[in-house]
């Protein structure tokens, strides 16, 4: 079943805007992920939040986890025309020796020059 | 060089015919992984391997079957194919199946269209 859910599910800004994309989630987790797609591309990690960490940063990149609310959320600041893409949060739940993420559907980010 | 590479890139068959998807990742490492991606961009885990062994094997139907030669190569192989399975296959790599922390590595996809 889909573990991670992406709101909204696509978000069009103006070049320097700041952009949020939100992510919920139904179990536990050991860690959450962000990822990147674009177009025609593979996906692109962007970055891990441990389950026990509650904010997170990289470059522009923000990336907060809260637990008992079972969500997260990523925002990328000052954002560009080279920042429209696809974007995913994937929820590492697993347990033992069979590592499984589970992706949402994702944000659709389009920055207009 | 390319980390995580597939071929071919685009694939365009007829329904019923079989055909195969490689993966190959240069990065050394032990978990390979394979999912499928619709038209919703919903990205779902179909295979997991750790060094050539099946770890991950979803719901998927057994006309798919993967095949790891060595722990570089994960191979898809699907016959019969149906209108259903037209899709993108993304091939990940990630560096150890028992470790917490992994992130994965994925390939540039294949284009799957069965007509």
């Known amino acids: 079943s889909q573990q991670g859910e992406e709101d909204p599910q696509a978000l069009s800004i103006q070049e320097g805007e700041n952009a949020t994309m939100n992510c919920s989630y139904k179990t536990s987790i050991n860690n959450l992920q962000w990822y990147r797609q674009n177009s025609g591309r593979g996906l692109v990690h962007l970055i891990l939040i441990r389950s026990n960490e509650r904010e997170k940063h990289s470059g522009r990149l923000r990336v907060t986890l809260d637990t008992s609310k079972k969500s997260s959320s990523l925002l990328i600041t000052a954002s560009r025309a080279a920042d429209t893409a696809s974007y995913f949060c994937a929820t590492d739940s697993s347990s033992g020796s069979a590592r499984q993420l589970t992706f949402g559907s994702g944000t659709q980010l389009t920055v207009l020059p | 060089d390319t980390a995580v590479s597939q071929t071919p890139k685009y694939l365009v068959t007829q329904m019923g015919n079989d055909k195969s998807i490689k993966c190959e990742q240069n990065l050394g490492h032990d978990t390979m992984y394979w999912y499928k991606q619709d038209s919703k961009k919903f990205l779902k885990i179909m295979f997991s391997?750790?060094?050539?062994?099946?770890?991950i094997n979803e719901t998927v139907p057994n006309r798919f079957s993967p095949k790891s030669p060595d722990k570089a190569h994960l191979n898809l192989h699907i016959n019969s194919l149906e209108l259903g399975d037209s899709a993108v296959y993304f091939c990940a790599s990630s560096q150890h199946a028992g470790g917490f922390q992994e992130t994965q590595y994925f390939g540039p996809g294949t284009r799957l269209l069965v007509l």
């Open positions: 391997y750790n060094n050539k062994e099946l770890i």
